[in-house]
């Protein structure tokens, strides 16, 4: 058998609007909007967001379902925490001003500097500065 060989992973994140959660990422973090489905009333039910290599992905809890109608059941509430390393969490501290914080900076005993922020579409989105 050969070597399994990963190219990336990108999170696809069901929300509620998709609309809210791109602003987060382009307005808060200079991510870019790089691709985006419309649906019958011209509201985005599906978004990649992307910057520096790193992706996040959203669709319409109602898409979702519309599509795969078994998985419905699986999808409420919100478990899903991404975790970023950033080089200048000071600079993400300020684009992160008025956003819901889950928790403020704070060291961790892994050597990082950290803060959890909420966004639009209720997940928990983590930003990390390692330490030296």
Known sequence: MSAI?????????????????????????????TNHVPGPDGRM??????????EVMYQTRASV??????????????STVLFITVEDLGAI???????????????????STEIYVKEPGGNTVGFAQMGP
Do not use: N
């Not at 501290?93 to 050597?111: L, N, Q």
């Open 65 to 78: 379902i519309a599509d795969q109608p078994e998985s419905a059941p699986e999808l409420t509430g919100h």
């Open 93 to 111: 501290e300020a684009a992160m001003s008025g956003a819901p914080i889950v928790k403020p900076r704070h060291d961790t005993f892994y050597g």
């Open 5 to 33: 060989r990963l190219k990336q992973l990108t999170p696809v994140l069901v929300v509620d609007a998709v609309e809210p959660c791109v602003t987060f990422w382009t307005d808060r973090l200079g991510f870019t909007l």
């Open 45 to 54: 039910v599906f978004a990649i967001v992307a910057l520096d290599g790193i």
